[in-house]
């Protein structure tokens, strides 16, 4: 018997059923429906959930059981509301800390809309409890030379000022060279890199750890070589 087919027969007789049971019963739902995952991350070689690939199937469950989500932003927190249709006094509202993105080239009305997409996804994943690549590793990144003694700095090179250095500063160190790479210009002023790659690519800095950065970096200094050469050619 379907979780739908009890529900009907629960509100024929009259019990009522809570929100956070329908909502639970919809992560069950989505979580076996195997969604496939259409982004790719050509550079890094992972794949990963679009917006359009999870909404259709949340909007399948809400009209199945019987609620509704409704996103809002304000400059500080995008929310999301999820209400109960047939008792809209019951609501459960999900938040998250807004996040800025600025696309080189793009317009602020163009960078809204990217902020707003990313947020929207982040708040549908955090409400179905969609799970993806766990990529955090603390121990990832480290180098151990031939012998044996672990390095301190990237490469295996000590840091100037003879401290070890986190992985979060080499990130960033390393983020500050993607940033680079993704706002260099051809000789007539354009962008090598569409905004959508930009903002794709900013998006896996963020979320990525440090082998993931050190791996993404390396490949977009060959994808924009390439890029430089295919130019070059015309």
């Given amino acids: 018997m379907t979780d739908l087919t009890v529900m009907e027969e ?3 007789m009259g019990e009522k059923i809570s929100l956070l ?3 639970g019963k919809a992560r069950i739902d989505f979580q076996s429906a195997s969604i496939k995952k259409t982004g790719k991350n050509k550079f890094v070689g992972f794949d990963y959930y679009e917006l359009s690939d999870v909404l259709p199937k949340i909007n399948e ?4 059981y019987r609620f509704i989500c409704v996103v809002s932003f304000n400059a500080e927190t995008a929310s999301l509301k999820v209400i109960d249709i047939d008792d809209q006094n019951q609501s459960v509202e999900f938040t998250s800390p807004m996040a800025g993105v600025n696309l080189k080239g793009a317009h602020e009305i163009q960078n809204m809309g990217a902020v707003q997409t990313y947020m929207r996804r982040y708040l549908y994943m955090m409400a179905f409890e969609i799970v993806e690549c766990d990529t955090f590793d603390g121990g990832l990144g480290k180098k151990e030379p031939e012998n044996g003694k ?5 490469n295996g090179k000590p840091p100037e000022n003879g401290k070890p250095e986190t992985n979060e500063v080499e990130k960033e160190k390393i983020g500050k060279l993607i940033g680079e790479i993704l706002e260099t210009k051809n000789p007539e002023g354009l962008p ?8 794709m690519e900013r998006e896996n800095y963020m ?3 440090l082998q993931s950065v050190i791996k993404q970096h390396e490949k977009l ?5 390439a890029r430089k050469g295919a130019n070059n050619g015309k």
């Fill in 10 to 12: 629960n509100k024929g």
């Fill in 21 to 23: 049971e329908k909502l």
């Fill in 61 to 64: 469950l809400s009209k199945t």
């Fill in 150 to 154: 672990p390095t301190n700095g990237q």
């Fill in 192 to 199: 090598y890199f569409r905004e959508q790659e930009i903002a």
């Fill in 207 to 209: 979320s990525g750890d």
């Fill in 221 to 225: 200094q060959k994808y924009l070589e």
